[in-house]
């Protein structure tokens, strides 16, 4: 069976922490996303979300991840109000690279040397400090070499605005030749029960120049957990709904695989949540899942996990239940696919 404290949170102590790549700061083993705060997923209340980030800080979840588009700016603002008082306390990862019009329509990416620098010091200025503590490329510029670009990162370490690189959504090909340059200390790529592709090719890599790998939308967007049933629960901005895996006939058969988590868990005694999440930090210490939460409760819920340990029986049975049940679907829409694994 799962193992796990059962004592009341504000009981438990500070949650376990792992090293960020080979030469990176420790970090706690599960992060905070913090882009749904923001953006992509319907309205948001700033003064919970500030609520949020603090209850994490708590809870010693003091990896926070942001980007530079998570509301053209808007969320990199937001944690301003956290870092002026809690700056200590926080691994910061922020991203640059994809580009948006005011109007947030996507423009592009751009790798250029020239932006890398722009992009950092409009980042620092929005977050009120003097230095980022992972710096991600957030996708990859297919038109300039990666050597180019993790040049000019490079040179960001060397003035002392950035401590550590990372990329994002790149290639094992991509990820050897960034290192090469500059070590690379985490790799951010989606990965969850549903979408597994880094296993192929990109954790090897990582794991043979010791990267960390930092799964993001570890809960599937939220379909993981069963609480989604149609599009139709999503708020009319909320960009799930344009998702392919959440259309059709592709969500009539995810279904069965979220049914299939939900009562897996309730076999254990774990939310839903809580086993997606425990199911990626047993991949391997080398792994620190970020999953995103605009709730306390949730965020609680989520740093529960940390304490979970599967056993041999639990695994086997979350093998079967996944060749049992194929996701259906890609995991973005086709203009955005063309931008992963570059």
Known sequence: MTIMSREPINNLPQLPRRRLGAHGPEVSALGLGCMGMSDFYGPADEA??????????????????????????????????????RRREVVLATKFGIVRNADGLSAGVNGKPSHVHASCDASLRRLGVNHIDLYYLHRVDRSVPIEETVGAMAELVRAGK???????????????????????????????????????????????????????????????????????????????????????????????????IVALARDHGLTPAQLALAWLLDR?????????????????????????????????????????????GARYPEVSMGLVNA
């Not at 050897?176 to 597994?196: D, F, G, K, M, N």
């Not at 210490?285 to 639990?314: C, F, H, K, Q, Y």
């Open 48 to 85: 919970t979300s500030m609520a949020v980030l603090h209850r994490a800080l708590d809870l010693g979840m003091n990896f926070l991840d942001t980007s530079d588009i998570y509301g053209n700016g808007a969320n990199e603002r937001l944690l301003s109000g956290l870092l002026a008082n």
């Open 284 to 328: 391997g210490p080398d792994i620190m899942p970020i999953p995103g939460t605009r709730s306390i409760t949730r965020l609680e819920e989520n740093a529960m996990a940390a304490r979970i340990r599967l056993n041999d029986v639990l695994r086997e049975e979350l093998r079967d239940l996944i060749d049992a049940h194929p996701v259906a």
């Open 162 to 260: 950035v401590r550590h690189l990372g990329l994002s959504e790149a290639s094992a090909e991509t990820i050897r030749r960034a290192h090469r340059v500059h070590p690379i200390a985490a790799v951010q790529s989606e990965y969850s029960l549903w979408t597994r592709d880094v296993e192929a090719e990109v954790l090897p890599t990582c794991r043979e120049l010791g990267i960390a790998l930092v799964p993001y939308s570890p809960l599937g967007r939220g379909f993981l957990t069963g609480a989604i049933r149609s599009a139709d629960q999503l708020a009319a901005n909320d960009w799930r709904r344009v998702n392919p895996r959440f259309q059709g006939d592709s969500m009539a058969q995810n279904l069965a695989l979220a049914d299939a």
